[in-house]
């Protein structure tokens, strides 16, 4: 059975920056693409950042890009993404997720595979 499982959430200052971690059990995936999105409150869950199978391609959303960066290990199965420069809009539960194929995708219907959620918090 598939798992992942996100960490290093939590309460930071407007200014301050967080490392997200996802780690993946029950099988490894050196082939598909990921990324993480999230979710704020009343809002729909939205396209944060996405790399390719080998790390060699990455996508961002206008609004955190040059602030974070997604990274990943495949020795590791494990997806990561630095956030710098945290504002109070970068508030929601962040979720990592597993792509169906290899590329990068802004569309949260190309990934079958989802984390259980981490809480990010900005406060002003």
């Known amino acids: 059975q598939v798992h992942l499982v996100e960490s290093g959430g939590g309460l930071v200052q407007a200014g301050g920056s967080l490392s997200l971690s996802c780690a993946a059990s029950g099988r490894t995936f050196n082939s598909n693409g990921m990324g993480w999105f999230r979710q704020a409150p009343g809002k729909d869950r939205e396209f944060v950042a996405a790399i390719n199978w080998n790390g060699g391609i990455t996508n961002y959303a206008n609004t955190v890009k040059g602030r974070f960066t997604i990274s990943r290990d495949n020795a590791k199965n494990t997806l990561y993404l630095q956030m710098n420069s945290l504002q109070p809009e970068d508030t929601a539960v962040y979720y990592c997720?597993?792509?169906?194929?290899?590329?990068?995708?802004?569309?949260?219907?190309?990934?079958?595979?989802w984390g259980q959620g981490i809480q990010v918090t900005v406060s002003s």
């Open positions: 997720a597993v792509a169906v194929a290899g590329y990068t995708y802004n569309s949260p219907n190309l990934y079958n595979y």
